[in-house]
């Protein structure tokens, strides 16, 4: 066990990341003003490193050098030590890997870069070993070399910095394109993905494989609005695979927890995960399966879309309501183990199974999962997995019950209550560190996924625990008088100003509640939030939203998020908001921000349409006709749920609903205003109010040329 030190100030810090490093050797500061003073007053240079609590590769670069008294020392005497959550602060992590991608090639955590007094980065990579390993230079040799170098050639390194920071700030402020995007644009998209996919294991690319919602969210859409099958199959085809992977937790029980998503495959068959469970993740996972439903029928998606809340209502929720941010990769073999291993937690030897369960449905349970003697984990470079095996489903419920000359039912019952006994089994061992903080951003994400389990899946639990998180967060994270949003709650406190991804997913979550409770509040809430955003992070020359705010002085330089990669832009999530605020609303400034931001982003969207997926989406709510329906009457009357029924469990991404509170003008054509009632709106004609819930479906099911 390394010796516990003195605290660093790291110690008053809220992180569970940072105080994961107070007691290190290291003379650790937070990022803030404070840090860089003592930087400017000792003529050092920043030594910024940047991670998360459940980073792998951020635990063992601190045992290895973060740990040990020689390299601390010499941090400590040629550096200003900075450790910063790249969770509580995404701005400025993403500035500085934007750096590090355009030097190395590169990105990743833990992030390394060494950064002058004025905040103008040098020399920057991920991952360094302690020593010199394999050709490459260790943490030591860097530190050394850097420090002559501070020494004797510091007009040249504050050249370099300050050349690589205009250009930083020539990429932020780029001029505005003039383009929208047209249909032509999506379809380049679809062709670009269509190239990229793994037709074997589904996915987009090779290993290490991440999962992209954004990407299905779009396909769905495409198909949806140009009858291209193979888009949306690409889709479910991935979506099942990843259902059916080592990715996803194999053992869960309803009302338990167990089951999610862990962080990303490091195969290209998904058998073999990082084991890091993330919120924001597993919150876009939901609502990408529960579309799946939608556009497939196949109860399986139904299936993985429970699973992943059952995870997030039993591990993942906050006493107050609100959702934690991650669990760890890594966790201890046994309780009385000294140091932790990846996977741990989640993985079993042969002996394992096989004393835990009885012999017919060890039997099972070892063919279905793919178990050996030796271990299943081919592609285990650090032998991390020896003799372990990583659950996933290598044979089909058919296929075992065939092997076992069983029928399908009483081979799928076998299967369950082994993996309930196991299940149990498993709690016995040290679970992985859970971090408790709370972040505004991903907990919008999961209120989104939970109004849309309450709408596609007509569960009424799903609601309840959107609204208690969308509640905590508008009591806890709003300040009311300003509109102003802050990203990080933890032991009682909320603080650090909100990002534009806090505000534009925060909004987006509101009004995806609002469209599944129509409760008038949500959107009010949603609108007041968006304009705020506007205010703060909105270009209001080139167009688009920078991720920080101009009044935070502890950001060299704000950008533009420009990738929806494992969580979406802002930029592509405040484009959707602003489209479906212009329709809700009829006010054209949103429609006008949104036409600005998306002409922003029309080069890059030009020269390469997927990296943008969730945008292209969006544009569909201006590229193709839409459809709005308004309800009129009791929610609790059984025809009024009859109406909202057919808006809720059918795949439309061309709708959006609302609460109309309609009052009949003398002489107006209408129902009985009693009478629940549907009026729909296509592009600027609207059509007689609807009573009859096969009438509302036969409107919304058709082209609209065809209407």
């Avoid at 372990?388 to 019950?401: G, Q, V």
């Amino acid at each position: 066990m390394a010796q516990q030190h003195k605290a660093n100030a790291l110690i008053h810090e809220k992180s569970p990341y940072l105080q994961q490093h107070a007691h290190n050797p290291v003379d650790w500061m937070a990022w803030g003003e404070e840090a860089f003073r003592k930087a400017r007053e000792e003529n050092k240079p920043i030594f910024l490193s940047s991670g998360y609590s459940t980073c792998h590769w951020c635990h063992v670069m601190e045992r290895e050098s973060f740990e040990n008294e020689d390299i601390a020392d010499l941090l400590n005497r040629l550096c200003i030590p900075v450790k910063l959550d790249r969770e509580e602060r995404p701005d400025i992590d993403r500035l500085y890997m934007t750096y590090v991608q355009a030097s190395t090639g590169q990105g990743g955590w833990p992030m390394s870069v060494w950064l002058t007094p004025e905040l103008k980065p040098f020399y920057g990579g991920g991952y360094f070993p302690p020593e010199d390993r394999y050709g490459i230079a260790g943490f030591r040799s860097i530190l050394i070399a850097l420090g002559q170098a501070w020494q004797q050639e510091r007009k040249q390194i504050e050249y370099v910095a300050g050349s690589m920071m205009q250009q930083l700030k020539d990429l932020s402020s780029a001029e505005s394109g003039t383009e929208q995007p047209d249909r032509e644009m999506l379809h380049r998209a679809v062709e670009e993905l269509t190239a990229s996919f793994d037709p074997v294991s589904g996915g987009f690319g090779h290993a290490p494989k991440f999962p992209r919602p954004s990407v299905f969210t779009f396909l769905f859409s495409y198909s949806y609005h140009t009858g291209d099958d193979t888009a949306s199959s690409m889709a479910l085809f991935t979506l099942e695979r990843m259902a059916e992977g080592g990715i996803h937790d194999q053992l869960s029980t309803p009302g338990q927890g167990g089951g999610g998503f862990c962080r990303y495959a490091t195969d290209s068959a998904w058998q073999v995960p990082h084991f890091e469970k993330m919120l924001y993740d597993n919150a876009q996972l939901a609502s990408a399966y529960l579309e799946a439903f939608q556009v497939s029928g196949n109860p399986a998606h139904a299936a993985t879309a429970r699973d992943i809340f059952n995870y997030l209502l039993h591990d993942m929720t906050s006493p107050e309501g609100a959702f934690y941010a991650a669990e760890d990769a890594d966790s201890k073999p046994r309780n009385d183990a000294a140091t932790t291993r990846e996977g741990a937690f989640y993985t079993w030897s042969a002996g394992e199974i096989n004393d835990t369960l009885p012999p017919a449905e060890a039997e099972a349970f070892r063919y279905r999962y793919g178990i050996e003697e030796d271990g299943n984990v081919l592609n285990d470079p650090h032998d991390t997995f020896a003799g372990r095996n990583i659950l996933f489903c290598r044979k089909t419920i058919a296929k075992t019950a065939e092997h076992l000359r069983l029928t399908e039912q009483r081979c799928r019952e076998l299967l369950e209550h082994a993996g309930q006994l196991l299940f149990l089994k498993r709690l016995e061992r040290p679970r992985p560190s859970l971090d408790d903080k709370i972040i505004t951003s991903w907990n919008s994400l999961t209120i989104s996924a939970l109004a849309g389990g309450y709408r596609v899946l007509s569960e009424d639990s799903y609601r309840a625990a959107a609204e208690r998180a969308a509640n905590f967060l508008l009591s806890h994270m709003v300040e009311h008088e300003t509109a102003t949003l802050f990203r990080r709650y933890r032991e009682g406190e909320a603080a650090i100003a909100g990002n534009a991804d806090d505000y534009a997913f925060l909004a987006q979550g509101l009004l995806d509640l609002y469209e599944a409770t129509l409760e008038q509040s949500y959107l009010e809430s949603a609108i007041q939030l968006t304009d705020r955003q506007v205010e703060l992070f909105h270009d209001s020359h080139n167009g688009g939203f920078y991720n920080a705010a101009s009044t935070d002085s502890t950001v060299p330089l704000r950008l533009k998020e420009d990738y929806d990669g494992a969580e979406p832009s802002a930029n592509s999530v405040s484009v959707r908001n602003l489209l479906r605020l212009w329709h809700a609303t009829g006010e054209p400034r949103y429609r006008k921000t949104a036409e600005k931001t998306m002409a922003y982003f029309s080069g890059l969207l030009s020269g390469s349409a997927s990296r943008l997926p969730l945008m292209l989406e969006a544009s569909s709510l201006q590229l193709y006709p839409f459809k709005h329906v308004e309800l009129q009457g009791d929610p609790h009357d059984s025809r009024f749920r009859a109406l909202k029924s057919v808006l809720d469990t059918t795949y439309r991404p061309d709708t959006g609903n609302g609460c109309r509170r309609h009052e009949q003008s003398p002489g107006e054509e209408g129902p009985d205003p009693m009478q629940p009632a549907a009026y729909v709106c296509i592009g600027q004609r609207c059509l007689a109010p609807l009573t009859d819930p096969e009438d509302l479906d036969r409107i919304l099911a058709r082209k609209v040329d065809e209407t």
